[in-house]
């Protein structure tokens, strides 16, 4: 499963109370073993009942026996929200009756979501019984279970009907009585019943139809693998299929048939691929079809069930001059092979518990960034996985509110406390793990160990011991390393360390390591050592790309040291960020590295090395190890810099700062900003081109939206002349940054939202709002767009939101003239809880006193209007107050450091401001 909800903090402090209040019950959450399921046969009906179309009927008989030698009186398994009327159960093996089960003797636990079938004979050793249920369940509206889902058909404007499933995590009894835990697994033996004009999809290959009466039709499936029930999948629409659906086939409505070319040669590549890799056909996993389908309504990109993955439409559509884009090609190729990775990851090796999930996918990220990046190099996702991945998740794990790869499986029981393994930290960081231990033990090695892992678990479930064994039987003899520690360091532990790296003399080096925490008062363990990988370059063995340790850092160790026969100018550790960690250099060491980065070619340090520098310098000035002024002038490299992903460390750190300066400070971040910019804005300008690179395009959509948000190189004004002049439209994936640039004028504001008037795509027509929403002609926006709009409360939300974001010397007056008359935004909202959620989000930009001030009258004058919601104000201004004292304690040195330097005698004032910050942070070194 891709998802694109996983990184929320607030979602990590609720699923934590949940965990708490789950615990405290004391409920038997877990299905106690004694009972395994072999089979299930299962009839879905759909759409026979008149008076409520929204009812499905079910009928399934669940083969199983005794897991052990001690009889049962009583079958407990799963069901949620389903109404049995009747209950049976076979002999196994002759079919013959053994008892019927009044429905209302059956018991329910509503918080365990537990059925109990009792017995009048218990169930005996070594036998086979087959426990048989007639049900009615709800199809749902909430995306869980099997749920609605409808489009409106371009050619006729009717509204199509549709109906899919989504079992993971806990949702197949939702759909059927089953044993739903990982480790149980089974077949399936499903058929559908529909009526005529639809047709059923599912796991496997369709084997017949036949015909019910009055126009009804039952689709017949041929038996599944033995899997997990979370991987049950099946899908009733009217749909078409590209490709042999007896084999491989996207299907998707019919309109969509001819912009599914791409994402069908992408899904032949990858499953040949992986075959490759693995050594493993798929069709030898045990399902002879692979299906893709799409559907207008998901909770995720995509879910991996075995043989029918399901997407969202926006994976496997692509429309010319909509969603064909670079970006969009990227995202389809990365979701295609993260999903199709799962069918040897997940689905035929399955993990035994929610607990270790990352089993499953830390390994599809992985090889979501790995495979596509094989088949499409143009995208250089190999670079782009540090920035996007590794810097991504850093902060998550720097907060006392990360979690372990591996849980302990008593404290994952509860629905909550399942749900809150469905963490960035279970799929990038599991990932960064992944690839940390390929480069350590080299790819040959690291192959070798996962295709024995899979062939010896194939249609088994695993716990991270059965990984590691085959890791480690294949891991080199040299260096030493302690692998016990080493595996369990990141996995079973939180965080990760910095090293910290100091020339002690000209020929040594020291390395020593603390935890990295952004807040080291929040409750983290500070202590928390690590088995650190040591990879280096120097400028006299400038091997960058040799990603073997060097040495490993026992934990218990307390410094390293490296030896040189010959003084070195300069020394870079973790080389290409291989490793989870990041690296504090001496002042000495510092210096040396921007002389290297400022050579020619950079001295040869790939770009993920100089997005690592970028990136770990932000951070510990954000925590105070070094002052942003000392920063700042690291970057002036930067003027030579032209490629993306250091670029993207940049602008994703920079923002932090840029949105804490005030309005009079903005000028010198302005001159800055030109000048660090002016190579790669000379390269990139604010057009576009046939010969654009993939890496063209990304980048020109962050470098235009920072130079035009804050007003430098003349953006707007050149966005403006080439929106006048151009005749054709931007790429579809530089359309919104661009028409968002050229709205900042007021004619093609106008132009723009007589556009977005005009569009009937809704993509295209949302893609139109946001671009409007950063105009400086804000007053007509607010008065014509927001309070007279009929468009959705949260597209209105971030409308508002987007107009002082891209406008950030107009976030006082843009507040004054919403909190002029709050009531009539809080009329148009529909809720005061909307409002102040407009309020609260706005004052994260505040960056004065007298915007504090105007924040706390506010409050002060309307917290009776705003209810319960008044507590969203008073958290506001807790909030403002923390980022004033922030920029004040972080950011004194660097706002001299900026006038300064733009200054008469700037060169001068910069050259002994720098000096002295160094001073600074040499004296701390000591």
């Known amino acids: 499963m891709n998802g694109s909800g996983l990184r929320s903090s607030v979602a990590f402090v609720g699923l934590l109370f949940a965990l708490l209040a789950g615990s405290a019950a004391g409920a038997s959450y877990r299905l106690d073993g004694s009972i395994a399921p072999s089979h299930y046969n299962l009839t879905i009906g759909v759409l026979s009942n008149a008076a409520d179309s929204a009812l499905f009927d079910g009928e399934v008989g669940i083969t199983l026996r005794l897991a052990g030698n001690t009889p049962v009186s009583v079958i407990t398994l799963h069901s949620d929200g389903l109404n049995i009327s009747e209950c049976w159960l076979l002999d196994g093996a002759t079919g013959a009756q053994v008892e019927v089960i009044a429905s209302e003797r059956l018991t329910y636990d509503a918080a365990t979501q537990q059925v109990n079938v009792p017995l009048t004979q218990a169930l005996q050793p070594e036998r086979d019984y087959t426990l048989g249920f007639k049900y009615v369940g709800r199809i749902r509206t909430d995306l869980v279970g099997l749920f609605s889902a409808s489009y409106v058909e371009q050619d006729t404007n009717v509204t199509k009907w549709m109906a899919v499933t989504q079992m993971q995590r806990i949702n197949a009894r939702l759909v059927l009585p089953c044993f739903d835990e990982p480790a149980m697994k089974a077949k399936f033996l499903l058929q559908i019943e529909r009526p005529d004009g639809y047709q059923a999809m599912a796991n496997t290959r369709l084997r017949e139809t036949t015909a019910v009466d009055q126009g009804r039709f039952v689709d017949h499936f041929l038996e599944t693998p033995v899997m997990s029930t979370y991987l049950l999948a099946f899908m009733i629409a009217d749909y078409s299929a590209r490709g042999n659906v007896s084999k491989f086939a996207v299907l998707t409505r019919p309109e969509f048939y001819n912009y599914t070319e791409f994402s069908y040669h992408v899904g032949l590549q990858v499953v040949t691929e992986y075959e490759k890799l693995f050594q493993s056909p798929y069709q030898q996993l045990g399902n002879d079809v692979l299906q893709y389908a799409s559907s207008p309504r998901f909770p995720h990109n995509g879910m991996e069930n075995w043989g029918l993955i399901i997407y969202s439409d926006g994976v496997l559509v692509q429309e010319p001059g909509y969603s ?255 490793n989870y960690q990041r690296v504090l250099y001496d002042p000495t060491l510092m210096s040396g590295l921007q002389v290297a980065l400022s050579a020619s070619n950079h001295s040869g340090i790939p770009v993920e090395n100089r997005a690592q520098i970028i990136d770990d310098l932000f951070n510990f000035a954000r925590v105070g190890y070094l002052d942003y002024a000392e920063i700042f002038e690291f970057l002036e490299y930067l003027s030579l810099e032209v490629d993306y992903v250091p670029w993207y460390a940049v602008y994703e750190n920079l923002d932090l700062v840029a949105k804490r300066l005030t309005p009079e400070q903005l000028p010198n971040f302005r001159s800055y900003l030109e000048d660090i910019t002016d190579t790669v804005f000379n390269k990139l300008g604010v057009g576009w081109s046939a010969a654009d690179t993939p890496m063209d395009v990304a980048h ?210 910069t050259s002994i401001l720098v000096l002295l910050v160094a001073l600074v942070s040499l004296v701390a070194w000591l």
């Open 324 to 578: 064909d884009g670079w970006s969009n090609k990227e995202f389809a190729a990365r979701i295609i092979a993260h999903e199709t990775s799962h069918m040897w990851f997940g689905d035929s090796v399955t993990f035994e518990w929610w607990s270790y999930f990352w089993l499953n996918e830390a390994f599809a990220r992985y090889y979501e960034y790995f495979m596509a990046g094989q088949l499409y190099p143009e995208f250089h996702l190999d670079q782009q996985f540090v920035v996007r991945q590794m810097q991504m998740i850093f902060n998550t794990d720097a907060r006392n509110s990360t979690q372990p790869l591996t849980s302990p499986e008593s404290e994952i029981q509860t629905p909550a406390q399942i749900a809150y393994k469905f963490s960035g930290i279970t799929y990038a960081k599991g990932a960064c793990i992944v690839r940390m231990w390929r480069n350590a033990m080299g790819a040959d090695n690291f192959d070798t160990a996962i295709r024995s892992y899979l062939e010896e678990y194939h249609l088994k479930n695993t716990i991270p011991r059965n990984l590691f064994y085959y890791l480690y039987e294949n891991w080199p003899a040299t260096p030493y390393v302690d692998l016990v520690k080493f595996f369990a360091d990141y996995t079973e532990q939180v965080g990760y360390p910095m090293l910290m790296v100091n020339a002690s003399s000209e020929h040594f080096i020291n390395v020593e390591q603390k935890r990295f925490l952004l807040n080291p008062l929040d409750g983290s363990d500070k202590t928390l050592r690590y088995t650190v990988p040591i990879t280096y370059a120097t400028n006299l063995a400038p091997n960058f790309y040799n990603l073997t340790p060097s040495i490993y850092m026992d934990k218990l160790v307390d410094v390293v040291r490296l030896y040189f026969d010959e003084p070195i100018d300069w020394i870079l550790v973790n080389l290409r960020q291989s």
């Open 700 to 909: 020109r959509n962050k470098l235009v939206s920072w130079l035009c948000r804050y007003q430098a190189h003349q953006c707007r004004e050149k966005v403006n002349v080439k929106f006048n002049t151009e005749q054709e439209k931007p790429s579809p994936d530089y359309r919104e940054t661009f028409y968002c640039a050229a709205a900042r004028d007021y004619n093609s504001f106008t132009l723009i939202w007589a556009m977005y008037f005009l569009e009937t795509r809704p993509s295209e027509k949302e893609l139109l709002w946001m671009a409007t929403s950063c105009t400086t002609t804000y007053e007509t926006y607010y008065n014509k767009m927001i309070l007279n709009s009929t468009e959705s409360v949260e597209n209105k939300k971030a409308g508002i939101a987007r107009l002082y974001e891209q406008n950030p010397d107009l976030v006082q007056p843009i507040f004054e003239m919403i909190t002029q008359n709050i009531t009539e935004l809080a009329l148009d909202l529909g809720s005061w809880s909307d409002t102040a959620e407009v309020v609260s989000n706005m004052a994260e930009y505040f960056t004065t006193r007298e915007q504090q001030q105007l924040l706390k009258d506010f409050n002060q004058d309307n917290q009776q209007l705003f209810g319960q919601s008044a507590s969203v104000l008073s958290q506001a201004l807790d909030t403002v107050e923390q980022n004033l004292q922030w920029a004040e304690q972080r950011l004194d040195k660097l706002v001299i450091f900026l006038s300064r330097r733009n200054g008469s005698s700037g060169q001068e004032a």
